[in-house]
């Protein structure tokens, strides 16, 4: 099967170079005519392409040209076509977050990594937390929380030690940051067709900011976060590195 690539480069200059050769190499199509999207960068200029790329049915391979690569595949400029063709694809669907901030305005973004709620001053949140419109939690104290996809699990989620998901996991990480109280609580799996309900308690006094992968919202009151029924991203990872293989490297080294 013959494909159209079009590649696209973070501004690192590895990943500068790298398109250029690769476009000598395979030809290089206009995005809107490709097949596959090549990415070369980091996680973070997969992010970008991805949510660029978001209902667009074109697939995504990245190579890592940049210095943190877990959703990347591993450089090579050679059988390109043959390892596309041998990749697995994975469907990404983002979280939909609404913000309320202390004006009453809500704001609505997209998030394919995670939507984490953090402290905006010295005073920790604190929080009250509700899943499908069932109270869970009456008060959490705590810097932050996020709600995290399997695909943003190795992101924040796992610096702040939640647990690290498969790309085709049917789940949520509910993840608290550096909670106070209660002490112990470590966050939640959650099957990803709930809606999380974040309140905000004592706003005024201790304020919090919403932050949807780029897009942050200052001052909120109340967010609310659910997995996109209708978006979708399409990601292909080497069947040779796959993602479980990640996932237990990644375990092991932490």
Not at 58 to 63: F, K, L
């Amino acid at each position: 099967m013959t494909r159209k690539f079009s590649f696209i480069a973070s501004g690192a200059p590895d990943a500068q170079s790298a398109a250029q050769h690769l476009a000598a190499l395979y030809g290089n199509s206009r995005q809107e005519d490709a097949d596959v999207i090549v990415a070369l960068g980091g996680d973070g200029f997969m992010l970008q392409t991805l949510h660029a790329q978001m209902n667009s049915g074109r697939m995504v391979y990245g190579m890592n040209r940049g210095s943190v690569g877990f959703l990347m595949n591993d450089y090579s400029d050679t059988g390109l076509s043959d390892r596309i063709d041998a990749a697995v694809e994975n469907i990404i669907r983002p979280l939909e977050m609404a913000a309320t901030d202390a004006n009453g305005k809500t704001h609505n973004a997209l998030a394919i990594n995670e939507v984490s709620l953090l402290r905006q001053s010295y005073q920790a949140a604190k929080l009250r937390l509700s899943v499908d419109g069932q109270e869970r939690m009456e008060e959490l104290i705590c810097d932050g929380i996020m709600v995290a996809t399997p695909a943003g699990s190795t992101a924040y989620n796992l610096s702040a030690h939640g647990p690290i998901l498969p790309l085709d996991a049917q789940l949520l990480a509910l993840t608290p940051v550096s909670p106070f109280r209660p002490r112990r609580w470590r966050g939640a799996l959650l099957p990803n067709k709930v809606t999380v309900t974040m309140e905000i308690l004592e706003p005024g006094k201790r304020p919090v900011n919403a932050v949807a992968d780029h897009t942050e919202v200052k001052s909120v009151v109340r967010v609310e976060v659910a997995e996109s029924k209708d978006l979708t991203a399409r990601i292909l990872t080497d069947s040779s590195h796959s993602w479980n293989d990640r996932i237990l490297a990644e375990q092991f080294l932490y």
